[in-house]
């Protein structure tokens, strides 16, 4: 079992930045493959980014690609989301997600979850 809690989320205003962390504990963290995904209120959760275990391959949906950057810190259990230029598109909560096998951009993927961060950009 992997436990894994976000935190980092606001309000902020369009083009301004915020960072989202992930903590993990649970399990050794640098066996997981990480990813981070959001839901729009009414929508599918869909993907943003994600992490090799050793955080040296990085993927991202073209809707943040450039914006957004993935990083972790397997001496801290932590992985990261800065996120630049914010739009109000980018408005959703926010997960993280851990698999040991499999990372990619399908939910199904992941074996673990958070529970969310909260994420508004107002224009």
């Known amino acids: 079992q992997v436990q894994l809690v976000e935190s980092g989320g606001g309000l902020v205003q369009a083009g301004e930045s915020l960072r989202l962390s992930c903590a993990a504990s649970g399990r050794t963290f640098s066996n997981y493959r990480m990813g981070w995904f959001r839901q729009a209120p009414g929508k599918e959760r869909e993907f943003v980014a994600a992490?090799?275990?050793?955080?040296?391959?990085?993927y991202y949906a073209d809707s943040v690609k450039g914006r957004f950057t993935i990083s972790r810190d397997n001496a801290k259990n932590t992985v990261y989301l800065q996120m630049n230029s914010l739009k109000p598109e980018d408005t959703a909560d926010y997960y993280c997600?851990?698999?040991?096998?499999?990372?990619?951009?399908?939910?199904?993927?992941?074996?673990?979850w958070g529970q969310g961060t909260q994420v508004t950009v107002s224009s």
């Open positions: 992490i090799s275990r050793s955080g040296a391959y990085t």
């Open positions: 997600a851990a698999s040991p096998l499999y990372s990619g951009s399908q939910p199904s993927n992941y074996d673990y």
